[in-house]
C-alpha cells in the first residue's frame, strides 16, 4: 500500500462558493477501487447546484459526475489504466432495478448529487461502476456520461433510419442529441432561441433549423417549460415525445390534440451500462469528436473560479473541462 499524502478536494458549502479543502484520502474496500481523478466535465446540474437552484439538493457537497479516472488499486482492473464511471449508484434489489432499469432505481444515488462526487483528487468507488477506457483519451471518457445521457433518450425514442426528428435546445445535451440521432440515421433539425448555440449545430453538426410543422419524434433538451409544452403539437400522429430536459412545474397539454395523435410520451432518466457501451464504441470507432464540444479547459488551480467563468454568457461554454493532471 502507497503512503499518500492527503488529498486536495473542491466542496461546495452552500450555493455560490466553491473551496479548497485538504482531506484525508479515501479507503479502499472490498469489491471497490481506488481512483485518481484525471477530468472532470462540468454539466448544467453542477451549475444549477452551485447557483443553488438545483431541486433536492443539500449542502456542502463535492460535485462532479462526469469523470475520466486513472485506476491506482484494484482487484479488477490494471493500475494505471485510463477509465470512465457510471455515477448512478443503484440499490439492485428495488423493482426498477430488478427489471433491468437502474438507471431510476428508487433508491438512487447519483455520485457528485446525492453523495459527494468528483471535485477532488482521489475518490473510491465500486467495481461494477468502472468501465476502462481500453484506449480512450481522459477528453473522451469525461464525455461519455453526458453523451450516455442523449443515447438513453433516443434509445427510448427507438428512432428508425429516415425519421423525422425535432430537437429541441442546443446546450451539450442537445448537441450530443443531435449527433446521435444523425448517426443513427435520423433526419434531425433543431429549435434552439440562442443564435450562436443554433450557428454551432448548423456549422459542425450538419443539421437544419426546424422548419417543419410535425415530426415523428420529438425530443426535448432544454427543460423549459414552455418549450415542452410546445412540443406536443409539434408530434406527427403516431408520434412520440422523449422529454431528456427536466422542469420543475407542472406541465400540461390539450388532451384531444394528444389523443387524436395516439401520441407516445416518455421521460428519459439518467442511462444504462447499454448507453455507456454504446458510447464507448462510437468513441473507439471515431465516430465522436470529443474536441468539438470542450469550449473551455480548465487546470487544478482555476478550479475554484470556474463557475464565475463559465456563467457569462459572452463566454459561450459549449462543455467546459477541468483537468486535473500533474
Ligand atoms: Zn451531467
Ligand atoms: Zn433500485
Known amino acids: 500500500m502507497v503512503n499518500f499524502n492527503p488529498m486536495q478536494q473542491w466542496i461546495c458549502h452552500q450555493p455560490g462558493t466553491l473551496s479548497l479543502q485538504e482531506a484525508e484520502m479515501p479507503q479502499r474496500t472490498l469489491g471497490s477501487s481506488l481512483l485518481r481523478v484525471r477530468n472532470i466535465g462540468i454539466c448544467g446540474t453542477d451549475i444549477h447546484a452551485f447557483a443553488g437552484n438545483q431541486p ?137 432561441p440562442n443564435t450562436s448555440r443554433l450557428q454551432f449545430c448548423l456549422e459542425n453538426l450538419g443539421v437544419s433549423e426546424a422548419s417543419s410543422t410535425s415530426y415523428s419524434t420529438v425530443i426535448d433538451a432544454t427543460g423549459n417549460l414552455l418549450a415542452i409544452e410546445s412540443g406536443f403539437v409539434k408530434m406527427a400522429h403516431g408520434g412520440k415525445y422523449v422529454l431528456i430536459g427536466l422542469q420543475k412545474q407542472a406541465i400540461s397539454f390539450s388532451h384531444p390534440e394528444f389523443h387524436k395523435r395516439e401520441a407516445t410520451l416518455m421521460s428519459s432518466r439518467n442511462a444504462t451500462l447499454e448507453d455507456f457501451e454504446y458510447i464507448l464504441n462510437l468513441f473507439r470507432n471515431q465516430m465522436i469528436q470529443a474536441d468539438l464540444f470542450i469550449s473551455h479547459r480548465f487546470s487544478k488551480n482555476q478550479v475554484p473560479g470556474i463557475f464565475t467563468k463559465i456563467n457569462e454568457p459572452a463566454e459561450q461554454v459549449i462543455k467546459a473541462m477541468i483537468s486535473l493532471a500533474v
Not at 429541441?168 to 433539425?189: D, N, R, S
Open 56 to 192: 433536492f439538493f443539500s449542502y456542502p457537497r463535492i460535485l462532479g459526475h462526469e469523470l475520466a479516472v486513472e485506476i491506482v488499486e484494484s482487484d479488477t482492473f490494471k493500475a494505471g489504466e485510463l477509465a470512465t464511471i457510471i455515477p448512478y449508484f443503484n440499490c439492485a434489489t428495488c423493482g426498477a432495478c430488478t427489471a433491468g432499469k437502474p438507471n431510476c432505481c428508487e433508491n438512487i444515488q447519483v455520485f457528485g448529487v446525492h453523495t459527494d462526487g468528483g471535485m477532488r483528487e482521489y475518490i473510491v468507488v465500486e467495481d461494477r461502476y468502472i468501465l476502462p477506457g481500453n484506449g480512450l483519451t481522459a477528453d473522451e471518457l469525461a464525455l461519455v456520461e453526458p453523451l450516455s445521457i442523449a443515447a438513453h433518450g433516443l434509445r427510448r425514442a427507438d428512432l428508425k433510419a429516415g425519421e423525422k426528428v425535432l430537437v429541441m435546445g442546443a446546450g451539450p445535451i442537445g448537441l450530443f442529441t443531435i449527433l446521435l440521432a444523425k448517426i443513427q440515421g435520423a433526419l434531425v433539425e433543431v429549435a434552439e
